[in-house]
């Protein structure tokens, strides 16, 4: 019974000890990772201000790997042509300064919150209009460190960048927005900026767009010679594609609308002058302030855009159907003129017959009592020409009525007197309006959705 129970107090005590040794072993493990910052961080063992060394410890320059992240896209500006983005960047580089212990593998990286411990590329994006960091809660920021001296800076950044627009085709448009990185001061001789092997650009899954749809996107390299040298430099090609369903809503519908609303006119009567005026007036105004509105969120460009063109047309056709209405006008006013001055002077010569018939009977009436009449017979002999004229007379009055012809009676709808030519007006524009209405959308569909960007 004793040497048992020696032998339980004993296990109990190794026990006891395993069990301290391993908590030690955990508190000098974080310890040893104090000292291993120490070691490679102290004062006096690693200036910041040097470079690491190029490819396997060589005099080369040193190799900077980028990848990003884009976390969200905000708004793509037309106006001012500048769209804005939130990232996550990273850049890896190798410094063998940093390389240390690992401590068997259970040391796997250093983390530090603190880039000016370590060297840093001098990266700046080159198109950058606005820029900066997130330090809700904390500053959104690392540092880590590999046991082979790989360092690994990782940052979360918003950025507003230039992106000139070519608008010729908008709102039929694609545009191509880029994101450049370049080193400031160090020359590829010391620095060389490359993308990440495999995907150096992730995108965050259901990228929503207010108004363009990312299509893809291209990484190349960008590097740029001055007076001073040649800089590395990286850029990113973002392809948008403008959501048509939009524009279509908010703009080519009403537009249409107007321009079918300004044909109404054309079936009114021609006498309503106030209301084919009123309707003429004011589809032309709203027409007017959508060009406007449409106009002020666009920049002043030196070109003619698919939209101007389209509002343009869709201006002149209401524009057309005002002016159609002013040649009605004038043409039933000349009309109707002219047609007074023909009762005039038909009256005129009514009025001159009568008066010659009043004056031949009072002839008749002053000649001589005496005067002897001489008496015609009453019947004619078979080579009297007299009696030929008459009998060809009946012969013309006997014949038989000629059958209508359908064209002549389609055609006398729209006789040519001018008191007509303003009905006739109004009959032509509505088919004439209509019809080049219909042609230009064609050719303006035709043209505009089938033809390819210039620089594509």
């Known amino acids: 019974m004793g040497s048992g129970h020696f032998f339980w107090a004993i296990f109990y005590f190794a026990s006891l000890c395993s069990a301290s040794l391993a908590n030690n072993a955990k508190i000098n493990f974080r310890e040893k990772e104090k000292k291993v910052l120490d070691q490679i961080l102290g004062?006096?063992?690693?200036?910041?201000?040097?470079?690491?060394?190029?490819?396997?410890?060589t005099d080369g320059p040193a190799i900077v790997r980028i990848n990003l992240f884009v976390r969200s896209i905000m708004t793509i500006s037309d106006i001012k042509m500048e769209y804005s983005v939130q990232l996550t960047f990273r850049e890896q580089w190798t410094d063998e300064r940093l390389k240390f212990d690992d401590i068997q593998g259970r040391l796997k990286y250093l983390t530090l919150t603190e880039a000016n411990r370590v060297w840093m590329p001098d990266l700046f994006f080159s198109n950058e209009k606005e820029g900066h960091f997130h330090n809700i809660i904390m500053p959104n920021v690392y540092i880590r460190i590999f046991p082979n001296g790989s360092v690994l800076y990782s940052i979360r950044i918003s950025l507003t960048l230039a992106c000139p627009m070519n608008l010729k085709l908008y709102p039929l448009d694609r545009q191509i927005c880029s994101l450049r990185m370049a080193s400031y001061g160090w020359t590829t001789n010391d620095l060389v900026f490359l993308w990440k092997e495999g995907d150096p650009v992730q995108v965050v899954k259901n990228l929503h767009l207010p108004r363009f749809t990312l299509e893809k996107f291209l990484t190349d390299y960008c590097n740029s010679k001055t007076n001073t040298g040649?800089?590395?430099?990286?850029?990113?090609?973002?392809?948008?594609?403008?959501?048509?369903?939009?524009?279509?809503?908010?703009?080519?519908?009403?537009?249409?609308?107007?321009?079918?609303?300004?044909?109404?006119?054309?079936w009114l009567d021609q006498g309503a002058v106030p209301a084919r005026v009123s309707l003429g007036v004011t589809t032309l105004l709203t027409m007017a302030t959508q060009t406007s509105g449409i106009n002020a969120s666009l920049p002043p460009v030196s070109y003619t855009k698919a939209i101007d063109v389209w509002t343009g047309v869709c201006l002149t056709f209401v524009f057309g159907a005002l002016l159609e209405f002013a040649l009605v006008n004038y043409a039933s006013r000349s009309g109707l003129n002219k047609a007074n001055m023909h009762k005039e002077n038909m009256?005129?010569?009514?009025?001159?017959?009568?008066q010659a018939s009043l004056d031949a009977a009072s002839d008749l009436l002053d000649t001589d009592s005496n005067a002897t009449f001489a008496m015609k017979p009453l019947v004619r002999h078979p080579g009297d020409p007299l009696a030929l004229?008459?009998?060809?007379?009946?012969?013309?009055?006997?014949?038989?009525?000629?059958?209508?012809?359908?064209?002549?009676t389609w055609l006398s709808k729209f006789p040519t007197r001018q008191c007509s030519r303003s009905k006739r007006i109004d009959v032509i524009s509505r088919i004439t309006f209509p019809l080049v209405f219909a042609l230009f959308n064609l050719v303006y569909w035709s043209t505009y959705l089938f033809r390819e960007e210039e620089d594509e």
């Open 43 to 57: 004062a006096g063992k690693y200036d910041a201000r040097i470079r690491p060394s190029g490819i396997n410890g």
């Open 347 to 354: 009256k005129k010569k009514r009025r001159d017959l009568e």
């Open 389 to 408: 004229e008459k009998r060809l007379q009946c012969e013309v009055h006997m014949q038989a009525p000629k059958r209508p012809n359908c064209c002549k």
């Open 230 to 266: 040649e800089y590395s430099c990286l850029k990113v090609d973002l392809l948008f594609k403008r959501e048509f369903s939009y524009y279509l809503i908010q703009i080519y519908i009403p537009c249409c609308m107007l321009v079918i609303v300004s044909w109404v006119s054309f």
